[in-house]
């Protein structure tokens, strides 16, 4: 889906919207801010890494998916709305914008958050095979359930992208039986010669 066909507001259980009666809780949340800097795809990196490490359920699979889409989202955020990093000296440095990484642990899946102060929406765009730049929201669109953008009250934009959890939808949202509990309270059969 062209990013200009694309709904823009936050996803449902967003970190940016209060929640609403009825709306999906997050399992595990996390924020992390960062500055327009090269470094932040790698610091974004390790921050999911961590994060997904402390969360149940989360398999392998979709640690390395939600890492790889972080890297880009953040990327991405660095690129386009930090300054060129040729243009600045390291005591500008100082200066650079804000990124804002949130996630949030799901039973479905993982929703992701990127926020930076560049107003100028994501652009996905095919890229010619010997380009070295310009496929990391094709990466995102490929592997994630979804993705979209949208503006905050206070300026900028957020990119968000939601990932599935595999095991999620073979998951029914029913209580978990309440195993042993029922026996137990029959208390020890007797074995006869007779059962």
């Known amino acids: ?50 994060f997904l490490g402390s969360c149940r359920g989360i398999d392998v699979n979709t640690a390395e998916t939600a890492e790889l889409l972080v890297s880009e989202l953040v990327t991405n955020a660095v690129r386009f709305a930090g300054n060129p990093v040729s ?24 929703l992701i958050e990127v926020f930076d102060d560049d107003a100028n929406p994501p652009v996905l765009i095919d890229v010619p095979e010997d380009y070295e730049n310009g496929r990391g929201l094709l990466l995102v669109d490929a592997l994630s359930r979804e993705w979209s953008y949208f503006y905050p009250p206070g300026g900028g934009k957020v990119v968000y992208c939601f990932i599935e959890i595999p095991h ?7 209580r978990p039986a309440r195993a042993g509990l029922d026996t137990a309270r029959a ?4 074995v006869t010669e007779e059962n």
């Not at 889906?1 to 399992?27: D, H, Q, V």
């Not at 992390?32 to 790698?42: E, N, Q, V, Y």
């Not at 999620?168 to 029913?174: E, F, I, S």
């Not at 208390?187 to 007797?190: E, I, K, S, Y």
Request: with cysteine.
């Open 1 to 50: 889906m062209a990013a200009s066909t694309r709904l823009l507001a936050p996803a449902p259980g967003s970190a940016w919207i209060p929640r609403r009666p009825g709306g999906p809780i997050a399992i595990d949340a996390g924020t992390f801010a960062l500055a327009t800097l090269p470094t932040s795809p790698f610091w974004a990196r390790r921050y999911i890494r961590q």
């Open 87 to 110: 243009e600045l000296q390291y005591s500008d440095r100082v200066n650079a914008g804000m990124i804002w990484l949130s996630v949030r642990h799901f039973c479905e899946g993982l």
């Open 168 to 174: 999620a939808a073979a998951m029914t949202h029913k």
């Open 187 to 190: 208390g020890p059969q007797r």
